[in-house]
T-cell receptor, first 115, second 116 residues
Framework: DVKVTQSSRYLVKRTGEKVFLECVQD?????MFWYRQDPGLGLRLIYF???????EKGDIPEGYSVSREKKERFSLILESASTNQTSMYLC??????????????FGDGTRLSIL | AQSVTQPDIHITVSEGASLELRCNYS??????LFWYVQSPGQGLQLLLK??????LVQGIKGFEAEFKRSQSSFNLRKPSVHWSDAAEYFC??????????????FGKGTSLLVTP
């Protein structure tokens, strides 16, 4: 089974702090994704990456950046945390398909609170 | 761009009753469709997927879904619901091309409550 591990289940930070959310997958997947999940809004894509050192903006990249130095690890960075970034953050990974979408495999999420 | 609509925000069913969760998609070509389930405090787990072929797809935990091109729908069904099925359910669609980065678009979810 694919294992996607997010380093923290719960995190509390202060406004203005630089925050790092870490995600590691163990199945040699090329694609990795970061989403945030808010009540009534579903999942919204922040950034994704289809290769090491490659990144693409999703639907809501403002206030975030990402880093993918190794294939198995994809980090989400809040450069200067703000209260409106309080949310559940979900990491996912998938194979890079030749011709179709592959299922995404999710971690358990990090519930981040910015005070 | 492809999109997904889940018309029902909340659904309540009695244990043992049948279940149908609705999903409508918007996409010009044949989409790639998925259903995920999220238990409280957990990540998303894949229930089933449709890429092509047989329009009735079987998944885990006794779930199935039917792709209907004429209705642009991919509804999730279960004949008899168990209390452990109470969760949030997400439908997702992918365009299956490199322009979209192979990303999926998710619906806003349907919250299922199961009563005794």
């Amino acid at each position: 089974d694919v294992k996607v591990t997010q380093s923290s289940r719960y995190l509390v930070k202060r406004t203005g702090e630089k925050v790092f959310l870490e995600c590691v997958q163990d199945m040699d997947h090329e694609n990795m994704f970061w989403y945030r999940q808010d009540p009534g809004l579903g999942l919204r894509l922040i950034y994704f990456s289809y290769d090491v050192k490659m990144k693409e903006k999703g639907d809501i990249p403002e206030g975030y950046s990402v880093s993918r130095e190794k294939k198995e690890r994809f980090s989400l960075i809040l450069e200067s945390a703000s209260t409106n970034q309080t949310s559940m953050y979900l990491c996912a990974s998938s194979l890079l398909p030749a011709y179709s979408n592959q299922p995404q495999h999710f971690g358990d999420g990090t519930r981040l609170s910015i005070l | 761009a492809q999109s997904v609509t889940q018309p029902d925000i909340h659904i309540t069913v009695s244990e043992g009753a049948s279940l149908e969760l609705r999903c409508n998609y918007s996409y010009g070509a044949t989409p790639y469709l998925f259903w995920y389930v999220q238990s409280p405090g957990q990540g998303l787990q894949l229930l089933l997927k449709y890429f092509s072929g047989d329009t009735l797809v079987q998944g885990i935990k006794g779930f199935e879904a039917e792709f209907k091109r004429s209705q642009s729908s991919f509804n999730l069904r279960k004949p008899s619901v168990h209390w452990s099925d109470a969760a949030e359910y997400f439908c997702a669609v992918g365009a299956g091309d490199s322009n979209s980065g192979y990303a999926l678009n998710f619906g806003k979810g349907t919250s299922l409550l199961v009563t005794p």
